[in-house]
């Protein structure tokens, strides 16, 4: 069950990501730009590889840890969208839903 749940606010996060875009932007991630991204990369580089900035979706900071989670909209089908963590300045997980 906690699974579940756990999978439900993943997929929750996600939508909600989706709808903080600025829909219509001409910057849309694509599965080239997210298979590129590798982790430690710098926020500087996730943006050149992607072409823009992120959303901020949530930004933290406790015990010596920034965490910043960033959105994009998605070149797709509806909802296309991809996620980024930077922790302490570097990339460390990523995720994607339905990316072309």
Same mark, same amino acid.
């Given at each position: ?6 999978? /439900? ?8 990501? !989706?709808?903080?875009?600025?829909? *219509? ?8 730009? /997210? ?6 990369? @710098? ?27 960033? !959105?994009?909209?998605?070149?797709? *089908? ?14 460390? @997980?990523?995720?994607? /839903?339905?990316?072309?």
């Amino acid at each position: 069950m906690m699974k579940l749940i756990a999978i /439900f606010i993943v997929v929750a996060a996600a939508g909600s990501a !989706a709808d903080a875009q600025v829909h *219509g932007s001409s910057c849309q991630a694509t599965a080239a730009a /997210f298979n590129a991204l590798k982790n430690n990369m @710098t926020y500087d580089q996730v943006r050149s590889t992607i072409g823009c900035d992120g959303v901020v979706i949530s930004d933290s900071e406790m015990a010596g840890y920034r965490i910043v989670m960033l !959105a994009w909209d998605g070149k797709g *089908g509806w909802g296309a969208n991809m996620n980024v963590m930077i922790q302490n300045g570097r990339l460390v @997980t990523k995720s994607q /839903f339905g990316l072309k």
